[in-house]
């Protein structure tokens, strides 16, 4: 099932046995929330976690062992396993009895997020288990989460505010939820968030950062690039760092630029988020292909610059800064 439809699944009790696996971590530990919330009482009695890499072989009997284990002035216990990979032997030898028959009074919680290794067993096609999907939400999904927040503590916030806050943080769900509580604790009296707000409260990640001077550049506004890089210097980071991330991000669009591929694809491909991608193809429709080519390749010669004792980091964020703004030359790499 779809996070979303899990909260209201648990109305009707929690399942023997659950999966959560994807790559959206808040939901993995909200979901733990929930159940421990609704099912749990005395932790420190009814709670048990394992880490799957410790468990091979023989030593999956301790997990079978605390899963049977009957709770103690509590509903329910919770077993959790982390990144639980066994093998197709490990599982008939020491689980497949257990999820054929899994006690009444425990749930088995099993956490996946670290990448297999080699062909384990398909839990998912295991007796008795729920899976949860903790993939990243859609844009609707999570404005509708970010609207609801606000809705339920009695605070306003509109569409863009809410809009704001997603991109700001780039779709990251635990970096939206802890903006998100700022912002409900900063609009507690008011009961009204706005634009302006979220723009004074909200930190803006650096790579969101650099969208914003690469749309700047684009929209071939230098003077907005030079504020949004101010305001990374302003943070400690040196000519040298800046110069890194510039690379790295113009790297990472003249990558997208060479792949035809879905967002999702290209997000997997590159070990990116989704809506990243998303955002960096805005950009490489305002640059274009080649300009993109070009500013990586003048960042990367500046960095070359640098290693090789041609320039100092500093003056070579100010060549770099004084091509992005008027160009580059045909074939000019610092």
Same mark, same amino acid.
């Given at each position: 099932?779809?996070?979303?439809?899990?909260?209201?699944?648990?109305?009707?009790?929690?399942? =023997?046995?659950?999966?959560?696996?994807?790559?959206?971590?808040?939901?993995?530990?909200?979901?733990?929330?929930?159940?421990?919330?609704?099912?749990?009482?005395? =932790?420190?009695?009814?709670?048990?976690?394992?880490?799957?890499? !410790?468990?091979?072989?023989?030593?999956?009997?301790?997990? $079978? /062992?605390?899963?049977?284990?009957? =709770?103690?002035?509590?509903?329910?216990?919770?077993?959790?396993?982390?990144?639980?990979? %066994?093998?197709?032997?490990?599982?008939?030898?020491?689980?497949?009895?257990?999820?054929?028959? =899994?006690?009444?009074?425990?749930?088995?919680?099993?956490? !996946?997020?670290?990448? %297999?290794?080699?062909?384990?067993? &398909?839990?998912? @096609?295991? %007796?008795?288990?729920?899976?949860? &999907?903790?993939?990243?939400?859609?844009?609707?999904?999570?404005?509708?989460?970010?609207?609801?927040?606000?809705?339920?503590?009695?605070?306003?916030?509109?569409?863009?505010?809410?809009?704001?806050?997603?991109?700001?943080?780039?779709?990251?769900?635990?970096?939206?939820?802890?903006?998100?509580?700022?912002?409900?604790?900063?609009?507690?009296?008011?009961?009204?968030?706005?634009?302006?707000?979220? &723009?004074?409260?909200?930190?803006?990640?650096?790579?969101? @950062?650099?969208?914003?001077?690469?749309?700047?550049?684009? /929209?071939?506004?230098?003077?907005?690039?030079?504020?949004?890089?101010?305001?990374?210097?302003?943070?400690?980071?040196?000519?040298?760092?800046?110069?890194?991330?510039?690379?790295?991000?113009?790297?990472?669009?003249? &990558?997208?630029?060479?792949?035809?591929?879905?967002?999702?694809?290209?997000?997997?491909?590159?070990?990116?988020?989704?809506?990243?991608?998303?955002?960096?193809?805005?950009?490489?429709?305002?640059?274009?292909?080649?300009?993109?080519?070009?500013?990586?390749?003048?960042?990367?010669?500046?960095?070359?610059?640098?290693?090789?004792? $041609?320039?100092?980091?500093?003056?070579?964020?100010?060549?770099?800064?004084?091509?992005?703004?008027?160009?580059?030359?045909? !074939?000019?790499?610092?």
């Amino acid at each position: 099932m779809k996070f979303v439809h899990f909260k209201k699944s648990l109305e009707e009790g929690a399942a =023997p046995i659950y999966l959560f696996d994807g790559e959206e971590e808040y939901f993995k530990e909200r979901g733990e929330e929930m159940l421990k919330e609704r099912f749990l009482g005395e =932790p420190s009695l009814n709670y048990s976690a394992f880490h799957g890499e !410790n468990l091979k072989g023989a030593a999956l009997s301790s997990l $079978v /062992a605390a899963a049977e284990s009957f =709770p103690f002035m509590s509903e329910k216990r919770i077993v959790k396993v982390t990144d639980l990979y %066994p093998s197709e032997k490990e599982y008939t030898g020491y689980l497949q009895k257990y999820f054929e028959h =899994p006690a009444e009074s425990t749930i088995l919680l099993i956490v !996946n997020s670290a990448a %297999p290794k080699g062909k384990p067993f &398909d839990l998912k @096609k295991a %007796p008795n288990v729920t899976r949860v &999907d903790c993939s990243k939400a859609d844009e609707e999904t999570v404005l509708r989460w970010i609207y609801t927040r606000f809705r339920r503590a009695g605070i306003e916030a509109d569409t863009e505010c809410c809009e704001r806050i997603m991109q700001y943080c780039l779709g990251d769900m635990s970096r939206i939820a802890g903006e998100t509580e700022k912002l409900l604790a900063y609009g507690a009296d008011s009961k009204k968030i706005t634009s302006a707000d979220v &723009d004074e409260i909200v930190y803006r990640d650096a790579d969101y @950062k650099m969208y914003e001077m690469s749309n700047a550049l684009g /929209a071939k506004n230098y003077g907005k690039y030079v504020s949004v890089m101010s305001e990374l210097t302003e943070r400690g980071i040196d000519g040298m760092a800046v110069l890194n991330t510039l690379c790295s991000y113009f790297r990472g669009l003249f &990558d997208i630029s060479l792949l035809n591929k879905t967002d999702a694809e290209i997000a997997a491909a590159l070990g990116l988020k989704e809506y990243a991608v998303k955002m960096s193809r805005r950009q490489l429709g305002m640059l274009g292909p080649r300009r993109v080519k070009e500013c990586f390749l003048a960042v990367n010669g500046a960095i070359n610059a640098v290693k090789n004792g $041609v320039l100092s980091a500093e003056g070579a964020l100010i060549a770099v800064n004084a091509g992005l703004a008027f160009g580059y030359a045909e !074939n000019n790499g610092a």
